[in-house]
C-alpha cells in the first residue's frame, strides 16, 4: 500500500532557527514528490522533486531528494514567525493521485 | 478566475440531508481532484477527473458520495444523506494535465453535519 510518513509531526522553534523537516514514502512506480504550506485551508505549492540530488532552493527554503533511501528532507534557514504552517509531503505514482503524509506542524514564535 | 475557487466557503447541514460542493478548476486545466481533510488529519484523496472521466475514484468512501465534471470544467462532488463523520474540509485541486505532477489547490469548503 503506498504511504507517506512525516516527521515531527510538530515542531516548535524560535525565529532564525533553522528547520529540518522529513519524508519517508512508499510508492507504486514513484514519479514526483511534492511538499506543499498549509496556513489555513488551501495548500499553496513550494517544491516537485523527481530526480535524486538536486537540491531545489527557493529564498529560505530549500529541498531534496533521495530516491534510492525513498525519502526528501525540506530545510528552512532563519525561520521566521511566518513560515508557521502545516508543511504536507505528497507522492505521485501509477495513478496521478497525490498520496499525502499527515504534515509537520511548524510553530515559530519571536 | 486566477486560481480554483469552491463554494460555499462553509456548509452547515443537519444529519441525513444531501449537499453539493462546486469546484472552478483554473481554466484550461483538464485534471480535477477532490481530496477531503478532516480534522488534524493529512489530506485524503476521493477522486479524480481527466476531462469529463473519473479513472480512479478509489477514495469515495461509500455510495453516498458522488462527483460529476461537465464540460471538462466545474466539478460538482454530492454527498447523500449525510452523517457526522463526513464533516472535514472538502479541497478541490486542478493541474494542466494528468501527471503534470503540480496541483493548485482551492480554498476549500468546510463541511459541518449537525
Known amino acids: 500500500e503506498d504511504k507517506v510518513v512525516q516527521s515531527p509531526l510538530s515542531l516548535v522553534v524560535h525565529e532564525g532557527d533553522t528547520v529540518t523537516l522529513n519524508c519517508s514514502y512508499e510508492?507504486?512506480?514513484?514519479?514526483?514528490l511534492l511538499w506543499y504550506k498549509q496556513e489555513k485551508k488551501a495548500p499553496t505549492f513550494l517544491f516537485m522533486l523527481?530526480?535524486?540530488?538536486i537540491e531545489k532552493k527557493s529564498g529560505r527554503l530549500s529541498s531534496i531528494l533521495d530516491k534510492k533511501e525513498l525519502f526528501s528532507i525540506l530545510n528552512i534557514t532563519a525561520t521566521q514567525t511566518g513560515d508557521s504552517a502545516v508543511y504536507l509531503c505528497?507522492?505521485?505514482?501509477?495513478?496521478?493521485?497525490?498520496?499525502f503524509g499527515t504534515g509537520t506542524r511548524l510553530q515559530v514564535f519571536p | 478566475g486566477a486560481g480554483v475557487s469552491q463554494s460555499p466557503s462553509n456548509k452547515v447541514t443537519e444529519k441525513g440531508k444531501d449537499v453539493e460542493l462546486r469546484c472552478d478548476p483554473i481554466?484550461?486545466?483538464?485534471?480535477l481532484y477532490w481530496y477531503r481533510q478532516s480534522l488534524g488529519q493529512g489530506l485524503e484523496f476521493l477522486i479524480y477527473?481527466?476531462?469529463?472521466?473519473?479513472?480512479?475514484k478509489s477514495g469515495l468512501p461509500s455510495d453516498r458520495f458522488s462527483a460529476e465534471r461537465t464540460g471538462g470544467s466545474v466539478s460538482t462532488l454530492t454527498i447523500q444523506r449525510t452523517q457526522q463523520e463526513d464533516s472535514a474540509v472538502y479541497l478541490c485541486?486542478?493541474?494542466?494535465?494528468?501527471?503534470?505532477?503540480?496541483?493548485?489547490f482551492g480554498p476549500g469548503t468546510r463541511l459541518t453535519v449537525l
Open positions: 485541486a486542478s493541474s494542466l494535465d494528468m501527471g503534470s505532477g503540480r496541483k493548485f
Open positions: 510508492v507504486t512506480n514513484f514519479r514526483s
Open positions: 523527481t530526480s535524486s540530488g
Open positions: 505528497a507522492v505521485a505514482g501509477d495513478t496521478d493521485k497525490l498520496i
Open positions: 481554466s484550461g486545466h483538464t485534471a
Open positions: 477527473f481527466q476531462g469529463n472521466s473519473a479513472p480512479d
